[in-house]
């Protein structure tokens, strides 16, 4: 028989077929599902597609000029075939049918396992059929397709529930809704099939686990079509084994498989820290929202149902390595970023450190100073000194610079230096009215990053025993004497440094008694904000500055243990600085 007149044969046999079938089941509503069903009618109708597949494959695997690259896929599309006739028979025998559909989970699974490897067999040779340019066996390959497709169809007419019965709900799990055959008069079409092709490169490195070896064939020959790097695993052990040896990008796993399970596979990998950022998007036959969400709420990526949509499927796989990649450069970014933090640490550290490395040592003698400085988390623009001008004048200062950081810190260090050294040209450093001028002048704000600085400068002349000071947008200074009226805060009013150069400034002067104490402070002594959510003032400080001095400690250690106490923590917002001058 010629293959044309074999073809027609074909044809006329499925048409005898169907309208046979569609007489002995009229198409009406079903409004519940009946006690036991016509096996021997479903048995009918069930191989009514698959002897389409067989007849259409058996043509193409005999025509003469058909290309040897076909053949494989064509034997297994036949193989499939033939194992869908076998399992009719097995399954839907009067006898054993109804103990063999307990196992709703195992019937389902077997019946669409081989359904699934013929469609997509199918739409490979469809593809490679394009490309090579062998259109006349797209029609042929088309109603294998299709038939296919037919197949799943009458399963879920003849096998699952259409009534509202609950009990009988549970028969078959219904089909993925992305699985479903297509409406009459439309056909599938893959990228190759349409004309289309892919454009944009694609990479990464999959790992298919799958039991069934057609399966794992199919899935990752397409795969590398598709231009990924694809390696395969015959069951959960050897996924973990490869896994464990081997880098991959994405992982496709089979739900139902012997042995270890996918779920259990899918545990076992989230469970380790070393594969637990591997995306897995989860494959199966079986369509449970049960078993998809307990999936997704173990992690996995996604859930994809068989037969797939190649369209679909690589959508997915791509959505899911671009979401690694975006992980993978959101942690890359994130470990660039605890790198630079913790140089950038050490240098702040470091910067720190030598800041309190130019602070003065203590002073002995008729007049004696100490200090305590204690740094906020930030470096910050604190920063202050004494030293003597000549035999009987101590200058006494302490600035605070607008914000924190380096430059905070930078500009400290240069107006502390220009004072320590006294560098301003022109200038009386026993002036301090002079002094303020000269800084004002001489680090205008635009010049030093808009950065402002607060002072408090004086000199005790002990000749005298005169204190002369003055202050620029400072707090006062404190000067106690023997008796708690003897308390004086010492301040001119004058403004913050670096606004305006033409601000002028003003001194005074008073006498220092002996026995008195100077305490010069920035406002980090005593702003400090409390978990009750209060900001401590100024009053707060003088009034623990009036407080005895606690046993075997010293007036300075007794303020820094009740900023810290006040603020409920060791570390500060604002560096604590202050000085103690006794005369």
């Not at 989860?282 to 797939?308: H, N, T, W």
Request: with cysteine; net charge negative.
């Amino acid at each position: 028989m010629s293959r044309i007149a074999k073809k027609k044969s074909v044809k006329a046999a499925a048409s005898r077929r169907s309208a046979n079938a569609a007489r002995q089941s009229p198409r009406s509503p079903v409004v519940e599902v009946p006690r036991r069903l016509d096996l021997s009618k479903i048995r009918h109708d069930l191989r009514t597609p698959i002897n389409h597949i067989l007849g259409y494959c058996e043509m193409l695997q005999e025509d003469e000029q058909l290309p040897a690259i076909f053949a494989p896929d064509l034997a297994k599309i036949h193989a499939g075939g033939r194992q869908l006739l076998a399992l009719i028979a097995e399954y839907f025998d009067e006898e054993t049918f109804e103990t063999k559909r307990g196992d709703v989970q195992r019937l389902c699974h077997d019946l669409r396992t081989p359904v699934n490897q013929i469609i997509g067999y199918s739409e490979m040779l469809q593809e490679e059929a394009e490309e090579i340019g062998r259109k006349k066996y797209l029609p042929d390959l088309r109603k294998i397709r299709e038939a296919a497709a037919a197949w799943l169809g009458l399963m879920e007419e003849h096998l699952l529930p259409t009534g509202s019965d609950a009990d009988a709900a549970a028969v078959l799990p219904s089909e993925f809704e992305g699985s479903r055959i297509l409406p009459p008069g439309i056909t599938f079409q893959s990228p190759a099939m349409s004309g289309a092709r892919r454009t944009r490169a694609v990479h990464g490195r999959l790992l298919v686990v799958d039991d069934d070896e057609s399966n794992r064939d199919m899935l990752s020959r397409r795969l590398q079509r598709d231009g990924y790097t694809v390696q395969v695993a015959a069951n959960g052990v050897d996924a973990l084994r490869l896994l464990r040896t081997s880098a991959f990008d994405l992982v496709l796993l089979d739900l139902i498989m012997s042995g270890l399970d996918g779920y259990q596979v899918l545990l076992k990998m989230k469970h380790d820290p070393a594969l637990r950022e591997i995306p897995v998007i989860m494959l199966s036959a079986l369509d449970q929202e049960g078993g998809i969400a307990r999936c997704i709420e173990q992690g996995a990526e996604d859930y994809v149902a068989k037969p797939f949509s190649p369209v679909f499927l690589r959508a997915r796989i791509e959505a899911s390595l671009e979401k690694k990649r975006l992980r993978d450069q959101e942690r890359l970014t994130y470990a660039a970023l605890l790198t630079s933090q913790k140089r950038l640490a050490a240098e702040l550290a470091e910067a720190a450190t030598y800041v309190k490395s130019l602070l003065p040592p203590p002073l002995e003698g008729q007049v004696r100073a100490q200090w305590r400085f204690q740094p906020s988390a930030e470096l910050g623009g604190d920063i202050f000194g004494y030293h003597w001008i000549d035999a009987d004048r101590l200058a006494i200062y302490l600035l605070d610079v607008s914000g924190h950081g380096v430059g905070a810190a930078l500009l400290s260090v240069s107006v502390f230096n220009v004072l320590r050294m006294q560098s301003l040209q022109e200038t009386d450093f026993g002036d301090p009215a002079a002094v303020l001028r000269q800084l004002n002048r001489g680090f205008p704000m635009e010049r030093h990053n808009n950065l402002l600085f607060t002072i408090w400068y004086g000199v005790f002349d002990r000749g005298n025993r005169r204190l002369t000071y003055a202050s620029g947008g400072h707090p006062p200074a404190v000067l106690t004497g023997d008796t708690p009226n003897a308390t004086q805060q010492l301040s001119t009013g004058g403004r913050v440094l670096g606004c305006d150069p033409a601000t002028e400034f003003r001194s005074a002067s008073c006498a220092v008694p002996p026995g008195s104490r100077l305490y010069v402070f920035s406002d980090g002594a005593y702003e400090i904000s409390q978990p009750n959510g209060r900001t401590a003032q100024l009053p707060d400080l003088l009034e623990q500055l009036a407080q005895p001095v606690s046993p075997g400690s010293s007036k300075l250690d007794d303020l820094v243990k009740w900023a810290q106490a006040l603020g409920g923590q060791s570390s500060l917002e604002d560096d604590m600085s202050i000085l103690e001058v006794e005369f």
